[in-house]
């Protein structure tokens, strides 16, 4: 396409006009080759500005206002509690629960000993974890921690936890977990990022981090005077971990995290305004307001009203049964909002898909409406535990894993856990700290199905009961066996006895 000054030129001269469209053509293709993305002479993509910024300078600036947005999001819009919820409910649930597995063959035990020294570290650490003593404030128990921490995570970007030694009297352990909100670390005094300090976060020259700037209140709260702490992230002798940060990284040499909601926080915003002007238009449409016009203006007074509570002033004002009184010279005009909108339902819809895929939860999850056959409605539950146990290993191996290593230090130590070897050889601790971690499990659309499908996986070799008992009701098979034994003999014992002749 050419200006106007193109146009003028072919109009007297073609050839002229001929040889500036074939120069101007293949000055746009020497300009467009490569990407299409990369490109700066489209008019779609001119106007496009980005940097190729590292992920501190990209990220950093922007996370106050990130994590205060997400948070009140989380708050007030509906579509975000129920968002946030539904992955806190299918990751945490009630809290991750401890599955010892230490590694017999590299520990020189049997089966049956493994086993039995399993069963003592479950019952340990069940001892600790279902203890408010476990929290240093004294408020919650270890799974109740959990789903703090992965929420906050959530909406924050990333969240810390501190692990220090409170004894409890009459409590076996002293170890506790102290959460803090990921405001709390920040660079000391508001000084700027700098290749030491970048977000709170000390790092060496390599970029290893070896230091948290923990803020003694909250910057968000009401104190006006605040310090630092610098807490090493590992003890210099011993080597334990100080600080335990629940991050989720995408880049390389991130330092702090970003809200899972950062992505679509403008779609959300625009989408409640929406919400509520649609709902505040079906509301007036739906008011019946009567206006009377008189000589004089207003109503008459009723002689059961309170002279002293009258309002003199005339105010026009929509109700459901009002009676508004118009001044002479006024009147009204009524126009047809044309509510209920029937085009609410199809646009919000199209805008809470794309908000889903954001998040990682399909729509008919994210609403908790499943109107689709049992095939799609299996493929989307499918499709969300992909998502949802990828994001529990996650948090399993930045917070639960880690707690439950301190956890087994003091208990080896205490010798209430007895693990030979146990701090002489950092492979032999990591046998005896080998666990999983086991929560929620997908709901069953057919159970018939499903059953019969984990039944044939296991005998085909391709699961374990084991893994089949943990994936449709979270139970434990060893547990199931033996109780199942145990029933069946109280079965056999309650049978009527059988006489000849009835007697």
């Not at 990130?66 to 579509?79: F, H, T």
């Not at 590992?234 to 940060?245: K, L, M, P, Q, W």
């Not at 070897?421 to 199905?449: E, V």
Request: charged share 25%; glycine share 8%.
């Amino acid at each position: 396409m050419g200006n106007i000054i193109d146009d003028a030129i072919a109009f007297f001269s073609p050839e002229k006009g001929l040889k500036r469209a074939l120069a101007r053509s293949r000055y746009e293709m020497m300009a467009d080759a490569g990407y299409i993305g990369a490109s700066k002479s489209r008019d779609s993509m001119r106007m496009w500005s980005t940097g190729a910024g590292s992920p501190d300078t990209d990220d950093l600036p922007d996370l106050p206002a990130l994590r205060g947005r997400s948070r009140e999001r989380y708050r007030n819009a509906p579509i975000v509690r129920g968002a946030i919820d539904t992955k806190r409910y299918n990751v945490i649930g009630s809290g991750l629960k401890l599955q010892s597995e230490p590694k017999a063959d590299i520990l020189g035990m049997t089966s049956d000993e493994a086993a039995e020294w399993s069963a003592k570290v479950e019952f340990e650490f069940g001892l600790w974890a279902k203890s408010r003593n476990c929290d240093a404030e004294r408020m919650s128990d270890f799974h109740e921690l959990q789903a703090i921490a992965f929420i906050s995570a959530m909406l924050s970007g990333d969240c810390f936890a501190m692990l220090p030694m409170i004894r409890r009297e009459g409590f076996p352990y002293a170890l506790a977990v102290k959460l803090y909100e990921a405001d709390f670390v920040s660079n000391p005094n508001g000084m700027p990022d700098s290749e030491k300090i970048k977000g709170g976060v000390e790092v060496k020259p390599g970029g290893e981090v070896v230091a948290y700037h923990f803020s003694k209140n909250h910057p968000g709260g009401n104190s006006y005077a605040n310090s630092w702490v610098r807490v090493p992230a590992y003890g210099d002798s011993s080597g334990r971990r100080n600080v335990i940060h629940i991050i989720e990284k995408t880049r390389p040499g991130q330092k702090r995290g970003v809200p899972v909601l950062a992505p679509v926080l403008e779609t959300l915003k625009q989408l409640t305004d929406y919400t509520n002007a649609e709902l505040t238009a079906a509301l007036v449409s739906g008011l019946y307001t009567v206006f009377i016009k008189t000589e004089t203006g207003g109503i008459p007074p009723s002689p059961y009203d309170d002279a002293e509570e009258t309002d003199t002033e005339n105010t026009i004002g929509l109700g459901p049964g009002a009676v508004v009184g118009l001044a002479p010279g006024e009147s009204i005009e009524t126009s047809n909002p044309g509510r209920p909108n029937a085009a609410f339902d199809p646009f919000t819809q199209s805008i809470l898909k794309q908000i889903g895929a954001s998040l990682q939860v399909p729509y008919e999850l994210l609403i908790k409406h499943f109107s689709s056959s049992y095939s799609a409605s299996r493929a989307a539950l499918l499709e969300a535990w992909k998502a949802f146990r990828t994001r529990r290993e996650w948090f399993a191996n930045q917070f639960c894993q880690p707690v439950f290593e301190a956890w087994m230090d003091e208990a080896v130590l205490s010798g209430r856990i007895a693990a030979p070897g146990y701090f002489d050889d950092y492979a032999i601790r990591a046998a005896y700290c080998n666990a999983k971690w086991n929560g929620p499990t997908p709901g069953q659309l057919d159970p018939i199905k499903e059953t019969r499908a984990a039944q044939m996986r296991v005998e085909n070799r391709f699961s374990t009961r084991t893994r089949e008992a943990a994936e449709i009701n979270g139970s434990d098979f060893d547990q199931n066996a033996l109780r199942a034994i145990d029933e069946e003999k109280k079965m056999a014992a309650s049978r009527p006895i059988e006489t000849k002749g009835g007697q």
